[in-house]
């Protein structure tokens, strides 16, 4: 099944403990992007990765970090988490190679809670 | 930078009538594709429908049809025969044809749907 994954579902940390939400997906495609959702405001992209090696900063991308070392694997790295890093995130995958190729499939989310 | 309106925070409509969920963006581009998204209360992120702007039919999937007025730039949803089942929280996005595939999302729209 064509899916994105992320996990944990779910954390609750502390503030400034170092945590990493995993996201894979199994569609090889190119372009995978992270989202984080908060009440009012929709989704805002934190980062984005246009293939292997290739990342840059979306809108809100203080506080994170990614790498994209395979073509399936997109973390989202909190070095030292703070509270108003409480949020909904979201992991999106699409192809980029052809215009018909736009649909952003969504992983299920990751609720984070920072103490 | 793009943005994009979603006036409606909330909406409702009684089970097998019509509704309509408003959207209009603000672009200076012409080429960008335009989605709306469903969040039920699992908080997965569904594709709903989409549009090219390059195209002038509106796009129709099943009870879900737009009405795009790329002049306007308005992108309005219209379910019909409404059912419980589409009770959830409605987001528009925007793509840009450029080369971050990022989607600019409203605030979105709670709806519910009365039996």
């Known amino acids: 099944e064509a899916q994105v994954t992320q996990n944990p579902r779910y954390l609750i940390t502390v503030t400034g403990k170092k945590l990493t939400v995993t996201c894979s997906q199994n569609?090889?495609?190119?372009?995978m992007s992270w989202y984080r959702q908060d009440p009012g405001l929709g989704l805002r992209q934190i980062y984005y990765?246009?293939?292997?090696?290739?990342?840059d900063k979306g809108d809100v991308p203080e506080g994170y970090k990614v790498s994209r070392k395979e073509k399936r694997n997109f973390p989202l790295i909190l070095e030292s988490p703070s509270p108003n890093q409480t949020s909904l995130y979201f992991c999106?995958?699409?192809?980029?190679?052809?215009?018909?190729?736009?649909?952003?499939?969504f992983g299920p989310g990751t609720r984070l809670t920072v103490t | 930078a793009q943005t994009v309106t979603q006036s409606q925070p909330e909406m409702s409509v009684q089970e097998a009538e019509t509704v309509t969920l408003s959207c209009t963006y603000d672009?200076?581009?012409?080429?960008?594709?335009l989605f709306w998204y469903k969040q039920p209360p699992s908080r997965q992120m569904i594709l709903v429908i989409r549009?090219?702007?390059?195209?002038?039919q509106n796009a129709t999937e099943n009870r879900f049809s737009v009405n795009f007025q790329k002049a306007a730039k308005s992108f309005s949803l219209k379910i019909s025969d409404s059912q419980l089942g589409d009770a959830a929280m409605y987001f528009c996005?925007?793509?840009?044809?450029?080369?971050?595939?990022?989607?600019?999302f409203g605030k979105g729209t709670l709806l519910t749907v009365n039996p």
């Open positions: 549009q090219e702007a390059y195209k002038q």
């Open positions: 569609m090889n495609h190119e372009y």
């Open positions: 999106a995958s699409s192809l980029s190679i052809t215009r018909l190729s736009y649909e952003q499939y």
């Open positions: 996005a925007y793509r840009s044809g450029g080369s971050n595939y990022k989607l600019t």
């Open positions: 990765s246009m293939n292997v090696e290739v990342t």
């Open positions: 672009t200076s581009e012409s080429d960008y594709y």
